[in-house]
């Protein structure tokens, strides 16, 4: 009767087993999938007690699931055992295929160590097959590996305990443990694969959902900023062309958003700032220059870049922004301005003078007699130098200059010479003849008679008369020479590119500008003026030139009668 009824026994453990399985595969979860499988080894391969011992990223293991006691549930869900108690248990006991069983008389030494387990009672076994309660019986699940045998990766463990006939699991009952193991392992491998696509799909939703935002959050930021802004592309044949602006820089430069798509910022550009955009660099790079408006005229403008990703390995853009600093240019100019000029005349002062005055200047003598050229080797440190035919020299095979001091080259690091560098020397006539040399002229004008309108009239009227020696003066002058007021009733006159014979011709021009009346507060006054001719040249200070002016002005001043430099 028992070995009739055995055939239709394991037929309906394969159905169950069956069963189980199908619930393994279509668990929603993968906390769903780990309690389906512990059941199913209870339901479908008659165990009292099951537990699932799942493997953590760090190693360890976790029991994740238990059926067939809540006690014990209770008690060792959630507690872990580390990597080495469990590698120790799978390598004692007697292998069964893939399962490992321990017996009770091997089981004691694992008492204490801490893999989560539980206990149970019952008698002594009397046959040699007979389950003890200190049995161990457990089941390794691998990841599939090749032709479906267990050696992939261990990702948990089954651990079994008394079954339901109270026997030790023969050939059959082990092949089919060892068998749902297998499944198991696939269906907690498909139930984590599920899971990591949720939460991969959870994160791309969030991850959007931000992307989202963050775009809607710069284009706000972008449309409605205060200040201008720009996108523009980077690299290839249009690197530099405006993709998309705002409203703000569209006002700003008086151009419609479609209009401004057909420029980059170097079509915009002041032309004397295209070099100071194109040195400033697409990462943190900042720039103050002028941009044209629509009308013709330029606003200066503050840039800043910075450079943004359309994806992660997707084109670069450029972003600048653009900030209108008109105002502060304008106050700034004007702060310079009357720094370097004069508040009632308007013309350059005289540290305005003396600062183009000197940028003209440098310490090279004009000549270089032979005699001087020992005193310049020991100023300059560069030894003795040999005099060659036509007046140059040469020393210690550095380049030959000129008696002129033209066409030197010096040693590098030489800091002496660092003002000759790209440097056009300003050279004088020589002698008190006109020999066609044209020069650097610096004319000392002197009013004369001046005083006494201070002294009737009162320094409003004093201050009219030099508003308009000022303009006068201005007007007799060519563009690109320089007048300037030097303080009190003194001015200058830089005009460069003149002979002795043009620069005495500019004198008694302007000396015939100024004497004709000025009309004050109704009444007409005259002033004479007074010029002192010197000439600047290299090797001198501008202290100096001004000097040498102011000392022929009064040789010119004493040399004329005392009646024709009387003001009327």
Known sequence: METESEPYVRLATLRQLHQVMADMNTARSLADTLQTVADGVVTGLGYELACVNLVRPDGDLVVAALAGNSAAEALITGRVGSRTSWDRRLTMGEAWGDLRFIPHTEGWVLDEDDVPQWYTDGPAPRFEDEWHPSDRLFAPMYTP?????????????????????????????????????????????????????????????????????????????????????????????????????????????????????????SDLVHPEDI??????????????LRLGRRDGTYV???????????????????????????????????????????????????????????????????????????????????????????????????????????????????????????????????????????????????????????DRFGHNAGDAVLIEVARRLTHGVRDGDTVARLGGDEFVVLADGLGRADAQDLAVRLRNAIIPPIRVDGRAVRVGASFGIGWAHCGMTADEVLKSADERMYVEKRSRPKAHRRAG
């Open 275 to 288: 070099g100071t955009l194109l040195r400033t660099s697409a990462e943190g790079g900042r720039a103050e």
């Open 300 to 454: 200066w403008v503050h840039l800043r870049n910075s450079v943004v990703a359309d994806a992660a390995d997707g084109p670069r853009f450029l972003l600048t922004h653009v900030e209108d600093i008109e105002e502060r240019k304008r106050r700034e100019l004007q702060l310079a301005h009357r720094a370097s000029h004069d508040a009632l005349t308007g013309l350059p002062n005289s540290a305005e003078l003396r600062s183009r005055l000197g940028a003209r200047l440098c310490q090279r003598p004009q000549s270089l007699p032979p005699g001087a050229v020992a005193s310049l080797d020991a100023a300059y440190g560069h030894g003795q130098y040999a005099e060659l035919p036509g007046g140059a020299f040469e020393g210690n095979g550095h380049p030959a200059y000129d008696g002129n001091g033209h066409g030197f080259d010096f040693r590098p690091g030489s800091e002496a010479y660092d003002a000759f560098d790209h440097h056009v020397h300003t050279i004088a006539p020589e002698g008190e003849t006109d020999d066609g040399t044209k020069g650097l002229a610096v004319l000392f004008c002197d009013l004369d008679g001046f005083k006494s309108i201070n």
């Open 145 to 265: 590996g090749i032709s479906g045998s267990g050696t992939g990766e261990l990702i948990g463990v089954l651990s079994v305990d008394r079954p339901r006939n109270g026997r030790r699991p023969g050939a059959w009952g082990r092949e089919a443990l060892q068998m749902y193991a297998f499944q198991a392992a696939i269906a907690i491998s498909n139930a984590r694969l599920r899971a990591n696509m949720q939460r991969a799909l959870v994160r791309l939703e969030r991850e959007q959902q931000a992307l989202r935002a963050s775009e809607e959050s710069f284009r706000q930021a972008f449309e409605y900023a205060p200040s201008g802004m720009a996108i523009a592309e980077m690299g290839g044949d249009q690197h530099g062309r405006i993709l998309r602006t705002n409203d703000a820089l569209c006002r700003l430069l008086g151009r419609p958003a479609s209009a401004m798509r057909r420029y980059s910022f």
